[in-house]
């Protein structure tokens, strides 16, 4: 069972981090087209129409990744996770059912009128499409959103005993949507997402500027991708505090791990960077005395819950915690730094100049990503052994009728599924960008506004 159990986690793990590579680019790049475009209808200035055009075939490959790797994970629930879906198939068949309808239907439904609409619609029109794939793209990740929230701080239900087992009943279905952390953890995963799109849109053209290539189109795309990746980084730093306060409120467990408090105290310290000794249960870390008392209560003397007033065995693994948390906090402040940076430059007019930055901001794309996973992995792996937060554990939501070499097997089939899937996306990505934005001929408003710029008027 111990075998069955490590590797159905270990599989769903893969399916989870695999497909999260993707929904974060397209609503990232959602955000970013709907600002091109925008541009581009209020100015009719050409180049925004190019970019535009662009982007959206490189949107249309993420999309179809995306929704691949996503339809796994629906059928993994039923192969591995049968009495977790069971128990919880109340709450997650209302939230994954508003995503189809809200989601899924707005964003697939205008996503061809958004590819190939360009000439056969008008530009309003074609802009609205614009803005309902983006809108489709933001739903679907409040109802994941939801749905993960409210395993995390469940609300909104009851325990219905039925004759294969107890079950969670719905009995509040807008306090289940708005459970404690929900709009915390939406608002700091949609942030995450528009950091993602900017660096992703930051990266490219950065080549382009590198390789002294497209340059009419990369630099006004430089431009709005600083702009989005600063503006949204900022606001992160405010929504993460803001997630952590939730998370000392209903998972003190979490916060405990995240930052290896092992005994509480007062004055308690912040851990900068550091490890822990879990042998001696110590942290050895810089910190800062106070810090965390400060961030969670507004003073310095409050002592934060640690693992000391929480049972033994209901502590997650504290060092594996301790470090992905540390990693994705350290992440953000690279990417802050080299945004801070890239603007300043950017400024100053010396960004062209510098190739050395201009490599740090095609090879930052990874960033994001990486705090993203590390972000997600922390408050997965921090609630354990809970699956369902003081409700349902981990390792009673198994499947009762699949043996080891069954998973065993599963996963080495995704593994060079997931290694082909990822190289034929490599492959097409990398040729649509060499490619680069294309030529678009001029239609009427644009040779008008062509003209009106020239004229000086």
């Given at each position: 069972m111990d075998d069955v159990f490590l590797l159905s986690r270990i599989q769903f793990s893969l399916n989870v981090c695999f497909h999260y590579l993707f929904p974060p680019i397209s609503?990232?790049?959602?955000?970013?087209l709907v600002i091109m475009e925008g541009i581009y209808l209020k100015?009719?200035?050409h180049k925004y129409k190019e970019m535009s055009h662009f982007w959206t075939k490189i949107f249309a490959l993420v999309f179809a990744v995306g929704v691949a790797t996503g339809l796994v994970q629906?059928?993994?629930?039923?192969?591995n996770w049968a009495h977790y879906s069971r128990f919880v198939g109340d709450v997650f068949g209302n939230a994954l059912a508003a995503e189809g309808i809200f989601a899924f239907f707005l964003?697939?439904?205008f996503l061809g009128v958004l590819l190939f609409g360009w000439d056969r619609v008008g530009p309003k029109m074609h802009y609205f499409s614009t803005i309902?794939?983006?809108?489709?793209a933001h739903f679907s990740a409040v109802w994941i959103i939801v749905a993960n929230s409210w395993m995390q701080t469940p609300a909104g239900f009851k325990i219905a005993e039925t004759a294969t087992g107890s079950r969670a009943v719905i009995d509040g279905f807008w306090t289940m949507v708005f459970n404690p952390s929900t709009i915390d953890r939406l608002t700091h995963t949609v942030l995450a997402c528009w950091v993602t799109g900017a660096f992703f849109v930051m990266s490219v053209s950065a080549f382009y500027l590198m390789k002294k290539r497209h340059l009419t189109v990369a630099r006004p795309m430089m431009k709005i991708s600083l702009v989005v990746a600063a503006g949204s980084l900022i606001l992160q730093a405010f929504s993460g505090h803001s997630s952590a306060n939730v998370v000392a409120e209903y998972q003190p467990a979490k916060l405990a791990a995240f930052e290896g408090l092992y005994q509480t105290e007062g004055n308690t310290?912040?851990?900068v960077i550091g490890w822990v000794d879990s042998k001696n249960e110590k942290v050895h870390a810089l910190k800062i005395p106070g810090a965390l008392s400060w961030l969670i209560y507004g003073n310095f003397h409050t002592p934060v819950k640690g693992l000391d007033q929480i049972p033994r065995e209901q502590w997650p693994n504290v060092p594996f915690v301790f470090q992905v948390y540390h990693l994705?906090?350290?992440?953000?402040?690279?990417?802050f730094l080299i945004a801070l940076f890239a603007c300043w430059h950017w400024?100053?007019?010396?960004?062209?100049?510098?190739p050395w930055l201009l490599w740090t901001l095609v090879l930052s794309v990874g960033l994001p990503h990486i705090a993203q996973q590390s972000g997600w992995i922390a408050a997965e792996v921090g609630r354990q052994p809970w699956v369902v937060w003081h409700h349902l554990k981990t390792s009673e939501g198994l499947s009762s009728n699949i043996s080891a070499g069954q998973v065993l097997g599963s996963l080495c089939m995704f593994v060079v599924i997931y290694a082909l899937l990822f190289a034929l996306f490599i492959f097409l990505l990398d040729r649509k960008i060499k490619q680069g934005p294309e030529a678009i001929p001029l239609n009427e408003d644009d040779i008008l506004y062509r003209d009106y710029s020239r004229s000086g008027v």
């Open positions: 609503i990232g790049l959602g955000l970013m100015t009719k200035d629906t059928f993994a629930f039923g192969t964003e697939a439904g309902c794939v983006a809108l489709g310290p912040l851990s994705m906090v350290g992440l953000w402040a690279v990417m400024k100053k007019g010396t960004l062209e100049r510098k």
